[in-house]
């Protein structure tokens, strides 16, 4: 290293090698919380995708040490009433089922619960409305380095790494795709098949009958039938130091690009610019099929303008690769190779259409009125009622109806 370059280097004191930090890290078990920047493109085709960026949330209103961030993508189909509603409704319900007075691990950990309460909530509040639209939703919630996903449906979140490995944080619920998921759906009384128009073979992907939905999850489809359910698939990662990016973009985006090429297509650019290049990379190689949106969130260490470069190896590359391969010929569940290249720790991830596996066991209590909680819709009732023994947490009897219904023992 010439003179100059060192001297340079040595001039910009906020900037600390990658190296360090994750040294630092290592010995102190955490550094700053990381910046997050963001950027958002889209095109719009039936004008059916929503989003909610939301930066600067707290989990205690006023102390901005308690930050967190949420993003969120919804692609509505038959109508754009059930995407309106989530976006306005689904983060409300969400921190509703979070127990007050966590301090921030024990909040991080009450959150997959917290995102399926809040999903079903949402999904009961707007079939009371009577309006049949549906909407996928992929939920993002960061707070320092943890990043917790929730999906119903098909619309992707990735991330990318600055190990240079791109994976899978959520799972499409699509039928044609998901072969537990089409197993699920006909077990509780749907019926799966193709589109049939000649008397032949069906053309199309596999859909869901009465109603030809693609999708196996979604909020809303009142008039599709119960087994479309909206509980989440819910994955939570810590990202090392060095950071990372997010890209969580409707199925216009996915149905043209990889999430490897999504990935590399905007590498080493800002977060904004990246999301437009996303949405011209994927309406370059298909045209404008669908509604195209794209979000970018980068998690940026502390003292970084932008996620720093990082020097990658050839072997690098090849190993996201072959990983990248070999998570295709899964079906509902990424291999965990993200802490097999020590670059995330893997912290929680479950996705079964059950609820009881979900919600856990326990009765919530209310220390103030002595009354219990029901474990979705989160009101208050003075006794459990006499229908209760099953192997769930409480529900009144409106969420148990639900369930019930979900699991095709009954319908709504
Ligand atoms: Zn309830």
């Known amino acids: 290293m010439s003179e100059k370059e060192s001297f340079r280097m040595k001039s910009k004191p906020p900037l600390v090698p990658l190296g360090t930090l994750i040294r630092r890290e290592l010995r102190h078990g955490n550094v700053e919380k990381p910046s997050v920047n963001h950027g958002q493109a889209a095109l719009a085709k039936k004008g059916e995708d929503y989003f909610l960026i939301k930066p600067d949330c707290q989990r205690v209103p006023g102390n901005p040490s308690t930050s967190f961030s949420v993003f969120a993508i919804f692609d509505g189909h038959n109508g754009i009433s059930a995407a309106i509603f989530a976006k306005e409704n689904l983060l409300n319900n969400i921190l509703s089922a979070i127990p007050q007075g966590c301090d921030r691990e024990e909040w991080l950990q009450a959150l997959p619960r917290a995102l399926v309460a809040g999903f079903v909530k949402t999904d009961i509040e707007f079939q ?38 791109v994976s899978l944080l959520t799972v499409d619920h699509r039928l044609e795709e998901n072969i537990e998921e089409r197993e699920r759906v006909t077990a509780s009384g749907g019926e799966v098949g193709r589109l049939n128009i000649f008397g032949g073979d069906g053309v199309g992907p596999l859909r869901c009958w009465p109603g030809g939905l693609c999708l196996s999850r979604s909020i809303g489809d009142t008039d599709v039938g119960e087994f479309i359910v909206p509980i989440p698939h819910v994955k939570q990662v810590k990202l090392s130091s ?137 009101v208050d009732h003075d006794d459990v009622p006499s229908s209760q023994p099953w192997e769930g947490p409480m529900l009144c009897s409106k969420c148990r109806r639900k369930k019930d219904a979900m699991e095709g023992k009954r319908s709504t």
Do not use: H
Request: hydrophobic residues 40%.
């Open 128 to 165: 009371q409305k009577g309006e049949t639209s549906g909407t996928t939703v992929t939920f993002v919630v960061i707070d320092g380095w943890t990043i917790t996903v929730a999906s119903v449906g098909d619309s992707r979140c990735i991330l990318d790494t600055q190990a240079g490995v």
């Open 242 to 378: 060095s950071g990372g990016r997010l890209i969580i973009a409707s199925d216009g985006i996915w149905d043209a690009l990889s999430s490897d090429v999504a990935a590399q297509s905007c590498r080493g650019l800002p977060a904004e610019l990246a999301a437009k290049l996303v949405v011209k990379e994927a309406l370059r190689s298909r045209g404008l099929k669908d509604d195209t949106t794209c979000l970018v969130v980068d998690i940026i260490p502390y003292g970084y303008p932008v996620l720093p470069p990082t020097p990658r190896k050839k072997q690098n590359l090849l190993t996201s690769l072959i990983l990248g391969k070999k998570y295709q010929n899964s079906t509902n569940k990424a291999p965990n190779k993200l802490s097999a290249v020590g670059v995330v720790e893997e912290l929680f991830e479950e996705g079964s259409a059950v609820l009881a596996e979900r919600l856990g066991k326990d009765l919530a209590l209310n220390s103030n009125s002595g009354m219990f909680r029901c474990a979705v819709c989160q």
